[in-house]
């Protein structure tokens, strides 16, 4: 439960230093990076939040499902653009497989 | 009457979660990657909810708790990325650099495809995250006017992609290095990739698993500084 309160905690932090800053960046990702830096320096110990981050964790693909719903209520827009999706996430999925297997691969060797 | 409680906050929240517990099962039986859980209970929920005449907004304020712990599960990615960090010392320059890379090369590509076959910029948005673990991935198009509903089903159809295509590929180019291929799958594939990475093997699967992260990292903090 402890654990739970950190993450809400940090979710807070990082909401609030979203909005200060013209919401551009999500709360959950600022909290998610001061989380992280908190962990790193000591000011948190990982111990305390493990459980809550592990049960969070663990169940995400749960908390997907309502969003993948929300498809239907966007559904002409998808329809209309389906090609252009399908193609720019096929093509750009494989890129990135390759230049990030070719840039570690090469860079590895040398180091 | 039945119709209200069709609506109701308590039959939806059962009926997500007992979707998702049906998709589960058949995901674990078949062992079919497209039959993702997530896939699998959308389709089973958006099948109820037309067959039931459900309207969408019933349902959008009856799982608000998700979008919560949605984004609780993002900050606690923080964590998971901790985790990994020790991995990072061995190889900090080459992999930090691999998924700089990876990032911009990811994003610059969809985007850049997206606007050349002709879509709409709020397509643009919706997927340029699309290589990232799909919790990031909408927390990062919300407040630049994407469409989450679009980002969620594109990263989970692209992490599907990646971790059936990624080894293929891999080998065609002659990428052998465990910790290419890993970080590779991490990148493209995200959790989906990373899983699929386990499988492979246990460098290639923790390796994913912080390709993930800073990719998620990387990426949260590129998209919202080149679209605004």
Redo the contacts between chains.
Sequence with gaps: MKG?LY??V??AA?ELL?RLTG???????I??????AA??CGAVK?ER??E??HI??S????????????????YD??AA?L???V???????????????????K???R? | MIHDFLCSRIFLLALTVGSYVLGTAIYRRTHIALLHPVLLSVAILVAMMQGAGIEYEAYAEATEIFSLLLNLSVVALGYLLWEQVDRLRAHALSIVTSVIVGSIVGVGSVVGIVYLMGADEVIAISMAPKSITAPIAVAVVEPLGGIKAITSVVVICVGIFGSIVAPKLLDWLGISDPVARGLAMGAAAHGIGTARAIEIGAVEGAVSGLAMGLMGAVTALIIPLSFS
């Design positions: 739970l993450i809400l940090f979710y990082g979203s919401g551009i960046v999500s709360g959950g990702v909290g998610m990076v001061l989380l992280f962990l790193a990982a939040v493990r809550a981050a969070l964790l169940n995400m693909s749960l908390f997907f499902v309502p969003l993948g719903v929300g498809i239907i209520a966007s827009l998808v653009n090609w252009s999706i193609v720019a996430a096929a093509v750009s999925t494989l890129l990135v497989i390759a230049i990030v297997g070719i840039v570690q691969q860079m590895g060797r180091l």
